[in-house]
């Protein structure tokens, strides 16, 4: 979505809310997500995803978002945490057709350095559970961001 959206979208819910009501965000933390190989609960490898700052746009443009509506003051940040989510796999394959399916609605296609990259760690990541033996599992691991939104009056 334009980010002309996001706060012409949050301004309407504004509008729908009903008094006392509350708006609730989650969406990912602009940060690198992260994939780790765990066997018997040790970490044997984490790797992040890219570069930092190398942020999905969305993300991005969400925080600017949400920025922009708080500063002219439609709402006020009650409260605000961070969360971890983990997806765990045990194999490679597994964590690929997971991932494959969570960028189903991508809209823009992935590029051909970005595509590299996933397969060069893609190829790691199935070497070191090989070399570990047993027991491995593969885990996918990004932050994300929760918010409760109060119209300001």
Known sequence: MKPAGMVHALEAIRRLLRPGGRLIDIHPAPTAWVVEVHQERRLLFAAPSRDDGD???????????????????????????????????????????YMTEASAFDEEPEDEASAARKTE??????????????????????????????PDS
């Open 55 to 97: 942020y999905d746009a969305d993300v991005l443009q969400a925080e600017d978002a949400l920025a922009q509506i708080v500063r002219r003051g439609l709402f006020v940040i009650e409260r605000s945490g961070k969360y971890d989510i983990r997806v765990y796999a045990s194999s490679v394959a597994e964590l690929r057709k």
């Open 121 to 150: 760690l893609y190829a790691r990541l199935e070497a070191i559970m090989q070399a570990a033996g047993g027991g491995t599992e593969v885990a996918y691991h990004e932050r994300g961001r929760i918010a409760c939104l109060r």
